[in-house]
């Protein structure tokens, strides 16, 4: 049995300026194209009102119009993940199948943008979270 094409939403939802600068240095490794077309970003204000960012995010991935969605996120337990959070279940809500990743790094973004989830949304999603682990070098 083969596993269907996936093509997640990469979306990246975090403090303000954090989202635009991860989106800046991926697209400075990566190059612009190669980021436009695989991630969507959300910079979020120290001030932001939930229901309203969960709303405007909610839409925006909508609009992708994709059925597996991975939501990425700097701090787990801060506004902007308790923000991803909830537009993950509104989105499962919806019939869509969501994963959120907290904690994320440059070498997680960069992974999850030029890897394919071919053996699966789960085992594809695993190996972004791992990528922490490698990417943290103690000489």
Not at 6 to 35: T, Y
């Amino acid at each position: 049995m083969s596993l269907p094409n996936l093509d997640p939403c990469l979306v990246l939802i975090a403090h303000m300026p954090m989202a635009a600068a991860f989106e800046q240095c991926a697209a400075h490794v990566l190059g612009a194209s190669v980021i436009r077309k695989r991630l969507v970003c959300f910079d979020v204000e120290s001030n932001a009102h939930i229901d309203h960012e969960v709303r405007r995010i909610n839409t925006a991935i909508l609009a992708q119009d994709k059925n597996e969605v991975v939501l990425l996120n700097d701090l787990y337990g801060a506004t902007p993940y308790r923000i991803a959070h909830r537009v993950s279940q509104s989105l499962k809500d919806q019939g869509k199948q969501v994963y959120l990743v907290a904690g994320l790094s440059l070498p997680m973004l960069l992974k999850a943008i030029t890897d394919a989830p071919n053996d699966g949304l789960e085992a594809y999603v695993k190996r972004i979270a791992e990528t922490a682990d490698r990417g943290a070098v103690v000489e």
